[in-house]
Nanobody, 117 residues
Framework: QVQLVESGGGLVQPGGSLRLSCVAS????????MGWYRQVPGKQRELVAT???????NYADSVKGRFTISRDNAKNTVYLQMNSLKPEDTAVYYC???????????WGQGTQVTVSS
């Protein structure tokens, strides 16, 4: 019954910022990890950033220093603050969450981020 809904995507100019949100609905669950991935048409989906229940974070080298992932465990929500955006950041961004109890992972439907002048 877990559903992940992303929001916050849109069109932004290079150097601009966006803040993505992902809310897990269907109940309050314990997620071991939540994260953001992105995909460009014709390319494999790639990891952007993840955060564990213990607030351990991991970032793709391409976004280190520019993106910040955070989560609100009580609200089952994960955020991605994206600063200094580049055209190469253009992609569909997907939220992912892995449940602590079942170890199942879930994907959101994605939100489009377009960085263009």
């Amino acid at each position: 019954q877990v559903q992940l809904v992303e929001s916050g995507g849109g069109l932004v100019q290079p150097g601009g910022s966006l803040r993505l949100s992902c809310v897990a609905s269907g109940g309050i669950f314990s997620f071991y990890a939540m994260g953001w991935y992105r995909q460009v048409p014709g390319k494999q989906r790639e990891l952007v950033a993840t955060i564990t229940s213990g607030s351990n974070t991991n970032y793709a080298d391409s976004v280190k220093g520019r993106f910040t992932i955070s989560r609100d465990n009580a609200k089952n929500t994960v955020y991605l603050q994206m600063n200094s955006l580049k055209p190469e950041d253009t992609a569909v961004y997907y939220c992912n969450a892995r449940r602590q109890d079942t170890w199942n992972s879930y994907w959101g439907q994605g939100t489009q981020v377009t960085v263009s002048s």
